[in-house]
């Protein structure tokens, strides 16, 4: 499993910046009007080669109205989930009356608490964060999360105090993730695909809470299964216990190497399906899409879901599409198999000569567009990893590629080499004189 990191800290201080810098995103809203983050964000970070899973959380005020509580109970949350804990505060604004009783929320948690002094480029280190000693929190960090001052020896920090992953990893069986909105069948499918009642099944939404690891084998073939708790609109997630299950959620996929999302055909596609997906292919996962209840649909209705699944899923790698009745257990079968080719094509291993020849051939179909009037050269092109495979390419300028390029090139490379299921992820590499 994932370790946890939370970002706590007043309002306005940088907590947003800090997240985006982290998970090289801007997922998080910046704006510098206090208290724009309300809710908590997830997103997955890369921490000098340890993966984890970081939560940007609302700022702590001393507001009582009833948002603010909300907030505060949010980054109760938070600290629950934590395995350890950014404070951030501004050297600016000096340490307040804000962060010392945040400071003395923080000094009652088990989980290592790391203090960051944001705003810190273009002072000296030490009067920098000389006040915040009061904290009684450790050695403070200058940093400045907006141009990446002081980051890389607070990660370090970090890293040092954070668990290792909790799962073993069996490279001999494949983890699938069963992934999607609450109550589409997700337990149902598990206990067909095991032929046993294993997991709790109602009608009532949300009845798994956890992620629960049951190992499969069939036909020489050795999986294990993670059944999800359901990861709903950020509006309809209330009890404590389910936005919990949301962080679970994410870190099975995070540990899979296959997400199985498992939609309802009777309720239809909804935009949460479309986020659910996003999120499995965010994280480099091998994808197949089980289309539930598909048993008693009429023509018109089966028609439908056909047209919504072509255009809400157009994103996604080329994957299979199974319709299966996981209470009756119509189609479950054709499940693991597709999951087992989607793994397999994750797994795929992309000759050198073969990739260059590919290579050539996208960009005399379709050259990348100049940049500054300077033409853009791909080089050369290699497999950089695998799970997802990784195709590095080398040139002049091909750190200027359009995102919307080397989708073009993920593309063409996926559908030479019948990658199902699978992305592909283009890497570049800049020659140092751009002119040769």
Known sequence: MLPVVAIVGRP??????????LTRTRDALV????????????????????????????????DTSEIELKVQHQIELALEEAHAVIFLADTRSGSLNGDRVIAARLRRESQPVFLAVN?????????????????ALGQPFPISAKTGFGITSLIEAV????????????????????????????????????????????????????????????????????DTAGVRRKSKVREVVEKYSVVKTLQAIAESS???????????????????????????????????????????????????????????????????????????GNVLDAAHQAHQSAMRKLPTNRLNRLLAEA??????ARHGGRLVQLKYAHQGGRNPPVVVIHGNLVDRLSPAYRRYL???????????????????????????
């Not at 705003?119 to 904290?135: D, Q």
């Not at 099944?201 to 036909?219: E, F, H, K, M, Y």
């Not at 209705?301 to 790698?317: G, I, M, W, Y």
Request: charged share 25%; with cysteine; aromatic share 4%.
């Open 12 to 21: 306005n201080v940088g907590k947003s910046t800090l997240f985006n810098r």
């Open 31 to 62: 704006d510098d009007q206090p208290g724009i983050t309300r809710d908590r964000m997830h997103g997955m970070a890369d921490l000098q080669g340890m993966r984890c899973l970081l939560v940007d959380t609302g700022g702590v005020a001393e």
């Open 119 to 135: 705003k810190a480029e273009g002072l000296e280190r030490e009067s920098a964060v000389a006040e915040f000693h009061e904290l």
């Open 159 to 226: 890293c040092s105090r954070l668990p290792a992953q909790t799962h073993e990893v069996d490279e001999k069986k494949t983890r699938l993730a069963v992934i999607g909105r609450p109550n589409v069948g997700k337990s149902t499918l598990v206990n067909a695909l095991l032929g046993d009642q294993r997991m709790i099944v109602a009608d009532q939404p949300g009845t798994t809470r956890d992620s629960v690891r049951v190992p499969l084998d069939r036909d020489d073939r050795h999986f294990i299964l993670i």
């Open 258 to 332: 296959v997400a199985i999302l498992v939609l309802d055909a009777q309720q239809g596609l909804v935009e949460q399906d479309k986020t659910i997906a996003g999120l499995a292919l965010q994280n480099g996962r091998s994808i197949v899409v089980a289309v539930n209840k598909w048993d008693g649909l009429e023509r018109q209705k089966k028609q439908q879901v056909e047209r919504d699944l072509a255009h809400n899923f157009s994103f996604l790698p080329n994957h299979e599409t199974i319709r299966i009745s996981a209470l009756h257990g119509t189609g479950v």
């Open 363 to 368: 960009v005399g179909r379709h050259p990348p």
């Open 410 to 436: 993920a593309r063409y490379f996926s559908r030479a080499f019948n990658l199902i299921g699978s992305p592909v992820h283009i890497e570049t590499r800049t020659g140092l004189n751009p002119y040769v």
